[in-house]
């Protein structure tokens, strides 16, 4: 089907729903169905169409990205799944983890990945800083991001790539062949949290809203503890039809609490420990007290429609995704 057409054909039963509801007006999905002509066309988002994907997927409490999920599924249908074998010892049936992904927004595998392979990360680390690769991180800043082409060419990264679980998750959870969009690592530092702006650092509960439908691998590149910035998250926010909280916002932790959501959970776990999240679920995270910490992020995603990041590694897509699912 052509892409217009099936990304209309999704949109339209949301729009029209929104409309009568009164929260939007016939100028929003006017100016909506534009950016989607556009994007189409020329693969490139308006910054407008960018804010109002963001503004319609609060406005019908995460049913906007299921739309988008029907869409890209018929346009880029994904390989048929084809769970891996796990080994019983160690690991539930591949239906329990993906059932637990689907249904919390975060799926966890503790030490998934050996240490040599986290260990060039952290050696990475040790030698970047923002914004000079020589000198020590300002005392303000609280965490600094490695140069993503040493990210593509880690050994890490091609072990996820090449990893059949993560494969056969990002895909079924997205139901359409996955698309990278984006590498990166970076070091949180123990700082003094008065002195620094932790909205700006992602250390409130927020939701992602670059993309319509994504799915994120982190990794633990060091051991993390309670005192050591473990990332936090509510589990099953991500589901469409959540609490109206949704807001494209910050919330501070006692805002949290008087939500009707679950218990925010802090992950730990030691280095090369897999989280595997929807981070339309609330999310954040927090602040080491004693010693740094290290975390590798790939981003999968069902289409770069949404925010101005992702072309310059699309060339790995299609082709490295085949492969793994062949072999």
């Known amino acids: 089907m052509e892409p217009l057409r099936a990304l209309t054909s999704a949109m339209l039963p949301l729009l029209r729903s929104l409309y009568d509801e009164g929260l939007i007006d016939s100028d929003f999905t006017q100016s909506f169905l534009s950016g989607l002509t556009h994007y189409c066309r020329t693969g490139i988002t308006p910054h ?6 963001r503004s319609l997927y609060c406005l019908s409490r995460g049913r906007y990205a299921l739309h988008a999920k029907a869409a ?15 080994d019983p010892s160690v690991n539930p049936p591949y239906s329990d983890l993906f059932a637990i992904l689907k249904n919390t927004g975060y799926l966890i595998l503790p030490s998934y990945f050996c240490t040599s392979l986290v260990d060039e990360i952290a050696e990475l680390l040790d030698r970047a800083s923002h914004p000079d690769l020589l000198a020590p991180p300002p005392a303000t800043l609280a965490r600094y991001f490695l140069d993503g082409r040493k990210c593509l060419k880690s050994k890490l990264f091609q072990q996820i790539i090449q990893d059949k679980l993560i494969f056969q998750l990002v895909s079924d959870y997205l139901a359409c062949e996955p698309l990278i969009d984006l590498v990166t690592a970076w070091r949180l530092m123990p700082i003094d949290p008065n002195s620094v702006d932790l909205s700006a650092e992602a250390l409130q509960y927020h939701i ?7 799915l994120k691998v982190f990794v633990y590149i060091t051991d993390v503890c309670e005192d050591s910035g473990p990332h936090t998250f509510v589990p ?24 009707s959501v679950d218990t925010p959970l802090s992950i730990l776990g030691f280095r090369g420990t897999v989280i595997i999240a929807d981070t339309h679920c609330l999310h954040k995270g927090t602040l080491p007290v004693r010693s740094h910490r290290d975390i590798f992020q790939v981003e999968f995603c069902s289409s770069l429609f949404g925010a101005p990041y992702g072309k310059d590694i699309l060339g790995l897509n299609q082709d490295i995704f085949r492969d793994v699912a062949s072999s």
């Open 208 to 214: 992602d809203l670059d993309r319509a439908h994504f």
């Open 48 to 53: 407008y169409t960018y804010v109002q994907s």
């Open 72 to 86: 890209f599924s018929v346009l880029y249908p994904a390989a048929a799944s084809q769970e891996p074998p796990l």
């Open 236 to 259: 099953r926010t991500h589901l469409a039809n959540a609490p109206s909280h949704i807001q494209d916002r910050r919330y501070m932790d006692h805002e949290i609490t008087s939500l």
